[in-house]
């Protein structure tokens, strides 16, 4: 079965310290692997995606994420968090249909 | 570019009454939308793949006569919520996918449903 798990429910993360979010997936094949930011009440924003090729993936606001095939992984990294980077963030797989994780809710303290 | 607009972005009605969604891609053509539905605190779960011309695609579970699904031209598809119970309050989104982007989706803001 296809699922994508993000072990953390909510982090919570000082501000200016680096960050790490979780993301493994269980899919037939190598899908393409996607990083979406959801702020409360709106819809999701595209942080960075990985179809092919170099298995670290630059993103927008900061962020990165490496794809390690031997641990159907694609965790999301930023060096140093900002507090507008708050936010619920997915993970989420597949090719034309996207399976998500249930989300990490990260929380900035001052 | 790129943008996903979703009309309206909240929705009160009563229980038994109709409530359509829209879904637009302002400046690309969409040749597949989906919807997605959230619960309080959950992730996405899929509910159908919207083909332009065509008839939706719905996931096992999701009732098709109860989400009615119309995407009659390249920038525009519809849900449609027919006799909406309390059960039927979520948060709906879409997303497009644009004509031969491959696998890139832009999602919608969003649509709060409360049925009473």
Not at chain 2, 31 to 53: C, H, V
Not at chain 2, 88 to 108: K, L, M, R, T
Request: proline fraction near 4%; include cysteine; charge should be positive.
């Amino acid at each position: 079965a296809q699922s994508v798990t993000q072990p953390d429910i909510h982090i919570t993360v000082s501000e200016g310290a680096s960050l790490e979010l979780r993301c493994n997936y269980s899919y037939g094949a190598t899908p393409y692997l996607f990083w979406y930011v959801q702020s409360p009440g709106q819809g999701l924003q595209l942080l960075l995606k990985y179809f092919s090729g170099d298995t670290l993936v630059q993103g927008i606001k900061g962020f990165e994420a490496e794809f390690k095939r031997s641990q159907s992984s694609f965790n999301l990294r930023k060096p140093s968090v900002h507090w507008s980077d708050a936010a619920e963030y997915f993970c989420a797989v597949g090719f034309q249909k996207l399976v998500f994780g249930t989300g990490t809710r990260l929380l900035v303290s001052p | 570019g790129a943008v996903v607009s979703q009309h309206p972005s909240r929705v009160i009605c009563k229980s038994g009454t109709s409530v359509k969604i829209e879904c637009r891609s302002l400046d690309f053509q969409a040749t597949t939308m989906f919807w997605y539905r959230q619960f309080p605190k959950k992730s996405l779960m899929l509910m159908a793949t919207s083909n332009e011309g065509s008839k939706a695609t719905y996931e096992q579970g999701v009732e098709k006569d109860k989400f009615l699904i119309n995407h009659a031209s390249l920038t525009l598809s519809t849900l449609t919520v027919t006799s909406a119970h309390p059960e039927d309050s979520s948060f709906y989104i879409c997303s497009a996918s644009p004509s031969g982007a491959g696998n890139e989706q832009f999602f919608g803001p969003g649509t709060r449903l409360t049925v009473l």
